[in-house]
């Protein structure tokens, strides 16, 4: 047992961190929920992969460094205490990227995965429809056979990062009388700009476009662009899902250096005692998860797979990322002084995370089911 | 880096777990509340053979330590099974007598630790932790910190073995019994030495607190899991309820992030890691602790009923060796953000 890194780790992240600091802007990019700071980050991403650092843990033939999962972890630290922007390709690089590694097919990765990797194509997810949130299994949008491949039609929301993105990924009923609802469903690949689609795109709480609603009128889709069997769509977007609660959606260097810029605002306002608990917390929720995630990192180099315990991930960050935001923005009220934009923006973000990739009502419901063994029952 | 338990470790969990299953703890534990001491003395006895004080003592000192991964790893199984005794009193005092300049304290008293003759406890001008089931009881007089330099008060700072103490006083926690120690006895080592020597012990008393309210936590957990799915009301088992799950589910994430703390801090053994860890494994066997008597009902708030063992104990650990607040304040350092990144 140990939390040593080797020196061959130790080499790559000094290398990490002798580029983030001759490139991180001094200046933060404007918000990504933008259209000046999506075209602003899309750059930042080009930067980024020009010298590989875009997606580290991905094989060199499509723009990464082999780096694995425990240089992944340590990339992040480095790329979050720089300061370095917010990913604008996250949709895509943490949950169709792993997807296609397991799923796709080899033309299917060498088209799809360098241009994720340069911000060249950004995707956004396509996976909630009205009336069917964490219940994905509901999805009433089709997929109705055609010549040479489908034709897709019905409506998406929530569709995070599609106001300003260039494809979606998402489930569609392929089958409309399956046997069991989560049968006869079928991943695919489309593009926003397909005749047929229609983006409106939909404030979140502070006004920015975040996300959008998917209105879609027979889109066709090619045979190559479903990923895995058509039907099998499910099993396909389960093994995504854990890859999004789990060890790569919300890396623990996002929080060590949220913590870390917090410490250094409280007491740079002169650290006032009634908030000392709040950001003493804070500083041991970061530890708490970057130990968590290195335990959980080793038992799957050992080959463990990762499953349900996934679910206490996602509850911890997304509850901690709150906390750690909220003491932030009590601070600066106090310090009588408009909230910080950055900060307020973390905020907003934020508030999202209970909701997102699965409520975390569901994830409780997993957690009791599935890693305490308590009976089903109604919801 | 490759942060899980070893084999080795794992194997050791499990044999002092077969252990402590075979002994019957909870009905130890009620005899030692009453003062009767025979069942704790014979389970001490398997403690020591199984080597858990030796962890604490080094080898220069017929010890096999210090290994705080391993005394972490144990003072989980022991928290699980609510063991009493000055378990945590015991390494703290072996860890404090090893610190000192001079060795002559400890190689007069660490060796019947280590054999198991002699229990110890510690106090630090409040209560001495069992000082009746302690042959080596230690008062620690002056700063305790080194982190707070005083020269003054350091060179004030004394180190005794204290007297036979009087009668306890009683403690939320039963099993804990708490005595004050009398004044006086044999000045064994004074200075800045015992402040810096306290200073050590402190961390692996917080450490070894921290894992055994760990495992207090763990067993409320297992233990109210259990219950819920036995216990029906309105013909299901109320743990079907989302309103019980999710209880549950929010004791099963507090503990889980308070075990890689617990182990993270015995690697690295830092004073900001440690304290993480106390504050954190406290807090979460804690608040266990609330949800497993609110899922029992009126049962769990019995004394008959095996739960309250265990439900006292998480109220005593989280004040014991320093309070979140202490510990919370230990985190944010003088100034020092933690080098965690």
Redesign the interface.
């Known amino acids: ?6 020196q061959e ?1 130790e080499a790559f992240r000094a290398e990490a961190r002798t580029w983030l600091n001759a490139h991180v802007p001094s200046t933060p990019l404007p918000s990504l929920e933008t259209e000046e700071g999506f075209a602003a980050h899309r750059a930042w991403e080009a930067e980024l992969a020009a010298d590989r650092w875009s997606v580290v843990d991905w094989p060199a033939v499509y723009g990464g460094r082999d780096a694995g999962l ?1 240089r992944w972890l340590l990339f992040e ?1 480095e790329y979050y ?1 720089a300061g370095a922007p917010g990913r604008v390709g996250q949709n895509g690089v943490s949950l169709l990227a792993p997807t296609l590694f397991d799923h796709g097919t080899e033309d299917q990765r060498a088209r799809v995965l360098p241009p994720m990797a340069t911000g060249e194509v950004v995707w956004a997810q396509a996976w909630s429809e009205p009336e069917a949130g964490s219940d994905l299994a509901s999805l009433r949008s089709r997929a109705v056979r055609t010549a040479g491949g489908w034709l897709l039609s019905g409506q998406k929301t929530w569709s995070s990062r599609a106001a300003f993105a260039d494809r979606a990924f998402g489930l569609f009923r392929s089958d409309p009388q399956p046997a069991k609802p989560h049968q006869g469903l079928t991943y695919v690949m489309f593009d926003l700009r397909a005749p047929g689609v229609t983006v409106r795109p939909i404030r979140r709480l502070d006004g920015r476009p975040a996300f959008a609603e998917l209105f879609l009128d027979e889109v066709f889709v090619p045979d190559e662009d479903v990923i895995g069997e058509p039907g099998q769509g499910w099993r396909v977007a389960m093994s995504t899902a854990g890859n999004e609660r789990g060890l790569t959606l919300r890396s623990p ?1 996002r929080f ?2 949220g913590a ?1 810029r917090l ?2 605002l409280w ?1 740079a306002q002169g650290s006032p005692d009634a908030v ?2 709040r ?3 804070a ?10 995630t ?2 959980a ?3 799957h ?2 080959g463990a797979v990762l499953g349900p ?1 996934s679910s ?1 991930n996602k ?2 960050w997304s509850e901690y990322d709150i906390a750690l935001t909220e003491t932030a923005l009590d601070i600066l009220d106090a310090a009588d002084e408009p909230a910080d934009t950055e900060w307020a923006e973390r905020y907003v973000f934020a508030l999202a995370g209970p909701i997102y990739a699965g409520t975390n ?1 569901i ?3 997993i ?3 599935r ?9 | 880096m490759r942060f899980l338990p070893s084999t080795e470790q794992r194997a050791f969990a499990d044999s002092l777990t077969a252990l402590l299953t075979a002994a019957d703890t909870p009905s130890v534990v009620r005899d030692w509340s009453r003062g009767d001491q025979t069942g704790g003395r014979a389970l001490w006895s398997r403690l020591t053979e199984a080597g858990v004080f030796a962890l604490a003592v080094p080898e220069g000192y017929e010890g096999m330590g210090p290994r705080p991964v391993e005394l972490a790893v144990a003072f989980v199984e022991l928290g699980r099974h609510a063991v009493p005794g000055p378990l945590v009193e015991t390494v703290t005092a072996a860890t404090l007598l090893a610190a000192l300049d001079d060795p002559g304290p400890a190689e007069r008293l660490l060796p019947a630790l280590v054999s198991g003759k002699s229990a110890a406890t510690v106090a630090r001008g409040g209560y001495a932790l069992d000082a009746d089931a302690a042959d080596v009881r230690l008062r620690v007089s002056g700063p305790e910190s080194a982190a707070a330099p005083n020269r003054a008060a350091e060179s004030a700072a004394e180190l005794r073995l204290a007297p036979a103490p009087g009668l306890p006083r009683p403690s939320l926690d039963p099993a804990r019994r708490l005595f004050p120690l009398p004044p006086g006895g044999e000045l064994l080592a004074a200075g800045p030495q015992v402040t810096a020597a306290m200073a050590d012990a402190l961390r692996i008393a917080r450490l070894t607190t921290a894992a055994q309210a760990l495992g207090v936590g763990l067993a409320l957990l297992d233990r109210t899991v259990a219950y819920v799915r036995q216990r029906t009301q309105f013909g299901v088992p109320i743990g079907s309820f989302q309103a019980v799950k999710h209880q549950l589910a929010d004791a099963k994430i507090a503990l889980e992030f308070a075990r890689p703390l617990v182990l993270g801090a015995a690697l690295t053994m830092t004073g900001q890691d440690i304290a993480a860890a106390k504050v954190t494994a406290c807090e979460a066997a804690y608040a266990t602790a609330r949800t497993a008597l609110q899922l029992h009902g009126a049962i769990g708030y019995t004394a008959e009923y095996d739960l309250s063992l265990w439900l006292t104990k998480a109220r005593a650990l989280r004040t014991a060796w320093g309070s979140p607040d202490e510990c919370r304040a230990a985190v944010l350092g003088n100034g020092d953000r933690p080098q965690w990144w």
């Not at chain 1, 047992?1 to 080797?6: G, N, V």
């Not at chain 1, 500083?283 to 968590?292: D, K, N, S, T, W």
């Open positions: 047992m140990d939390l040593a890194f080797t780790e425990v630290e205490a260097g060590l250096a870390g410490c250094a007491r000392r608990h950001v003493a917390d500083l041991i929720g970061a530890r708490a998860y970057q130990l968590f290195y335990a990192a080793s038992r180099l050992d315990e206490l509850v911890f009502e994830q409780r419901d957690i009791a089911e890693l305490l063994g308590l009976p089903k029952g109604r919801r």
